[in-house]
């Protein structure tokens, strides 16, 4: 007879293992299921990871050329790309590794196949069923692939292809503009590739704070990326050595490669959520705040419940999943939950934009403070870019953070503050009365924070209050 597990993951991407290590701390039992060969998911495998190696690549290259101004020659760099994928790949395989040691040093059984739902509590892998008290669901997502575009995995690819290409491009075309095509048009751009990026919406990065999308967008053209917003893919040809890509403005794009990046989407029938009646809303897995599904005892994370589509989002509702399952009551605080997207320069933010503030009609200050005026940030060639705090000015949000926008050098690291703020509740004035070592990116941080009540020392700004 199998066991009975205090509690069955199905699924070992970064919501999966996070809810499943956690869930053993707490002296849980727990099953960890997992289809694929290697434990870490997309995130690992085909995502966060891959995608920040080319990335590291890609601002070696950058600081080179920075690195001309003030007079370091290194002359024009050759790309090994053989060498860089193998590069990768040798850190996938080291992270992976890692995840595997740490499931086992956690005592927790790793059920190799595909899980899926037969009932409250019980999950069919192969010819056998396993039954838990509490279920969590991690299975991820999947890339959309519309039927114009001829997936081949060679010369049309998605991002789960994009990482197992061996040899560099001349020429790539990325149809979307969100964080995945913007990262790797930053990537292949800086690696000598020609790139073109089409974005069917007016504008990329919709989500992001307008005026750190017009500087990024600005910083990539001058290196060479093309824009084609407003602009819809009509139609693919594949020929022997090229692709045509047919827009509904312009001419025709003649390319090596096209990355089709537009956005992901979750397999429910194949989970077996239907015969359960786990509702379903907008094509995802809905959940309470504690994570739970409509079925009790049920809970699931990550790209399933698409409120993030971040690693770090699933891996903190698979521990406030398992907090709950353990009978510790917790809810997630999407407010606290940093974005980055990571191209050179990064931009990062937490909680909400300027936009969204406006048309809640929410009375705010903005405090601004700029890259040029650090003087860390001067002496690395890195003056591109501004720290952003929004903070409320009446009533229970008075002094408190509203969001935050950083865009430059770093960005990723100096949100990491702002989000702590946040998620605590604390007031602005806690992030003004901060000592930031000097000199320091933080500083921005600071002033940023500083400037909201017109007291930013190294600014010219509004009168203090």
Known sequence: MAAVFDLIVIGGGPGGYVAAIRAAQLDLSVALIEKSETL?????HRGCIPSKAYLAAAEMVEIAKKAEKVGIHFGNPKIDFPKLVASKDEKVKKLSQGISELVKANKITL?????VLEGPGKVKVGNQTHQGRFVLLA????????????FDGKSVLTTDELFSMKDLPQRLLIVGGGVSGCEMACAFNLLGVQVTLVELQPTILPNEEKMAVKGLRSVLEKRGVIFKTGISVTGVKQESNAVTVNLSEGDPVVVDKVLVAIGRRVDSKALGLDSLGIQMEKGYVKTNLSMETSVEGIYAVGDLVGTTLLAHGAMA???????NIAGTPAEMDYAAVPRVVYTLPEIASVGFREEEIKN???????????????????????EEGFAQILAGTEGENKDKILGATIFGAHAADLIQEVTL??????????????????????EVVHEAALDTQGRAIHKVGRKPH
Do not use: N, W
Request: charged share 20%; with cysteine.
């Open 360 to 382: 809640k009609q929410v009375p705010y200050k903005a405090g601004r403070f700029s890259y040029r005026a650090s003087g860390k940030a001067l002496c690395h060639e890195d």
């Open 111 to 115: 059920i190799r196949g595909e899980g």
């Open 421 to 442: 703020v946040c998620r605590h509740h604390l007031s602005v004035q806690s992030l003004m009365e901060t000592i930031h070592a000097h000199p320091s990116l933080g």
């Open 317 to 323: 509702e698979g521990e406030c999943a398992v907090e």
């Open 139 to 150: 299975t991820g997502s999947e890339p959309v692939k519309p039927a114009l575009f001829p």
């Open 40 to 44: 870490g998911g997309t995130c690992l």
